[in-house]
């Protein structure tokens, strides 16, 4: 009901289209989606055949409770080559399905990756974080979105550098 009534109040110009509200209906709109946590999906492999992500590594799709969002992705490969730290900026296309994201990437060189994706484009300010462990071969060994708890809500939450670290020094060792 709200959402056809939010296409129409755009459609009209928003004049005198929304009904007033009683206390009742309040807690309803106060619950809505702009107060609570978005997600992100890994999937890999992806669809060969869809042309938008035939040659991607992986797809990501972004959510806001169980809708499909359309929040701004970004992210950075992760190395450790040697002992030695590497970041590289990851590019991601989005594909004709509202809220999928594909990327087409090849690890620069062997070494221990971690591809670290955003929900946001600023990485510093983002909750949503995604890491994905690369293997020897370069294809998608596993997906870890931190979590906490908030409330009744389960939300992803930011990734510490120390996380990052820890993390490419126990690839790099197996």
């Known amino acids: 009901m709200l959402r056809f009534m939010l296409i ?3 459609a009209t110009g928003g004049q005198d289209f929304f009904p007033p509200l009683s206390m009742p209906d309040m807690p309803a709109i106060s619950g809505m989606a702009a ?4 997600w992100l999906s890994i999937e890999s492999p ?3 055949y869809n042309p938008d992500t035939k040659g991607a590594l992986l797809v990501v799709r972004v959510y806001h409770h169980n809708e499909t969002a359309f929040y701004p992705i970004t992210g950075t490969a992760e190395g450790l080559i040697n002992g ?3 970041s590289v900026a990851l590019s991601f296309t989005q594909t004709s399905t509202p809220g999928m994201y594909a990327l087409k990437f090849t690890r620069p060189t062997p070494g221990a990756w971690l591809l670290m994706i955003h929900i946001g484009d600023n990485p510093e300010h983002n909750e949503g974080t995604a ?8 294809q ?3 997906v870890q979105v931190p979590t906490q708890q908030k409330g009744e809500y389960t939300w992803p939450r930011a990734v510490t550098e120390e996380e990052v670290a820890s993390r490419l020094k126990a690839l790099a060792g197996a």
């Open 8 to 10: 129409a109040a755009l």
């Open 35 to 38: 107060f609570g946590p978005s």
């Open 46 to 48: 992806p669809n060969p």
């Open 84 to 86: 030695k730290r590497q």
């Open 131 to 138: 890491m994905v462990t690369l293997d020897g071969s370069g």
């Open 140 to 142: 998608v060994a596993s």
